[in-house]
């Protein structure tokens, strides 16, 4: 059985209570048990993990790659614009990622239009709330089985 990893950024344990009319009042463990749930229905195994700390996901990066990881489904938060350092963890495994973001990044202030990681994506899912994370996921699946 295949393992997707979900990942999540800097305060985004927040979730539920941090600024609801942009990202909703879904808290994090309620999307992780959806991810997870979603996961086993198509097949896979998914784990989670948050941190606030940027050296902690890109050991997370670097984990999966060495654990058999097959790919990732990140919301980088605030590293998404500022992480070189997250940036060169998915490009030193080669691990298979798509970036997403609960509100639509692009029509927010001009420096979150700006991600360093979209262009090594597999791609960039954005603006759809709590509902990313399933389009992530099933973006995740399209690839694993399109690449088996």
Avoid: W
């Avoid at 097959?70 to 060169?88: F, K, M, Q, W």
């Avoid at 927010?108 to 991600?115: A, D, L, P």
């Amino acid at each position: 059985m295949s393992t997707v990893l979900l990942l999540n950024g800097p305060n985004l344990n927040l979730l539920g209570k941090r600024e609801p009319h942009l990202y909703g009042e879904t808290n994090l463990k309620e999307i992780e048990l959806n991810f997870k749930k979603l996961a086993v229905a198509s097949g896979l195994v998914a784990d989670c993990i948050q941190s606030n700390s940027e050296s902690i996901l890109i050991e997370s990066v670097h984990t999966a790659s060495s654990k058999g990881t097959e790919a990732i489904v990140i919301n980088p938060g605030a590293y998404g614009h500022t992480s070189v350092a997250l940036r060169d963890a998915f490009l030193g495994t080669g691990l298979p990622f798509v970036e997403v973001h609960l509100s639509n990044v692009f029509a927010r202030e001009e420096f979150r239009s700006r991600s360093l990681l979209s262009d090594i994506a597999i791609g960039l899912i954005s603006g759809f709330g709590e509902k990313s994370y399933d389009l992530g996921l099933q973006a995740i699946l399209a690839y694993l089985q399109k690449n088996k």
